[in-house]
C-alpha cells in the first residue's frame, strides 16, 4: 500500500503548543490593554481572553459570545441585586438564578452560567465604591479580554493560513 506524501499530518503538540502561544499573547495584551485604560481589575481582562481563547476561531466566535452575553446580564443583574441583597443569601440565590433563566429565555442558554459569575462576583467581591460603577468596571474588563482575544485569534489564523499557503508545493503542469 502506497503513503499519500501529499497528506497532511497533524501534529498534536504543535496545535497545542499553537493554541498556547495564541493564549498567552492573548492574556498578556487584555492584561496590558486593561492596565494602559486604568481599569482597577486588569486581571478580568486576562483571566477572560483565557477562558474564550479555543484552538478554533468558530470556537473562540461562539465562546466569545457566550461570555459577552452572561457578562452583561450578570452586571445589570448583579448590580440591582446587590442595591437590595444587604448580605441576604436567598437573595443572592435568587439573582443567580434570575440571570440563568433568563438567559436560557432569550436563548443564550450557554451564556447563564458565564452571567451567574457575574452576579457572584459584582454581589459578593469587596467594593468601596458605587456598585453600578463596579459592575460596569468588570463589563469593560471582561469585554476588552473578548476583544482581545477574539483580534489574536483572527489574526493569528490569517497568518498561519499564509505560512500553509506558502509551505504548498506549486502546482506544476
Known amino acids: 500500500m502506497a503513503q499519500d506524501t501529499n497528506a497532511t499530518v497533524v501534529d498534536p503538540d504543535r496545535l497545542s503548543l499553537h493554541q ?6 492573548a492574556a498578556g495584551l487584555a492584561y496590558w490593554f486593561a492596565s494602559l485604560f486604568h481599569l482597577p481589575g486588569a486581571y478580568w481582562a486576562a483571566i477572560s481572553s483565557i477562558i474564550v481563547m ?4 468558530g470556537a473562540t466566535v461562539i465562546a466569545s459570545h457566550d ?5 452583561a446580564l450578570g452586571a445589570v443583574v448583579g448590580w440591582l441585586t446587590a442595591t437590595i ?6 437573595v443572592f440565590a435568587l439573582a443567580v438564578l434570575l440571570v440563568m433563566v433568563l438567559c436560557t429565555m432569550l436563548r443564550y442558554k ?6 451567574g459569575v457575574t452576579v457572584a462576583i459584582v454581589v459578593l467581591a469587596p467594593n468601596h ?16 479580554g473578548i476583544a482581545v482575544s477574539l483580534a489574536v485569534a483572527l489574526v493569528s489564523t490569517k497568518v498561519n493560513r499564509r505560512m500553509q499557503r506558502k509551505k504548498l508545493p506549486a502546482n506544476r503542469s
Open 54 to 57: 479555543q484552538s478554533e476561531v
Open 67 to 71: 461570555r459577552f452575553i452572561g457578562t
Open 129 to 144: 465604591g458605587a456598585i453600578w460603577h463596579f459592575a460596569l468596571q468588570r463589563f469593560l474588563e471582561v469585554s476588552l
Open 85 to 90: 441583597w444587604h448580605g441576604n443569601i436567598v
Open 110 to 115: 450557554n451564556s447563564g452560567r458565564l452571567g
Open 20 to 25: 498556547g502561544l495564541r493564549t498567552a499573547i
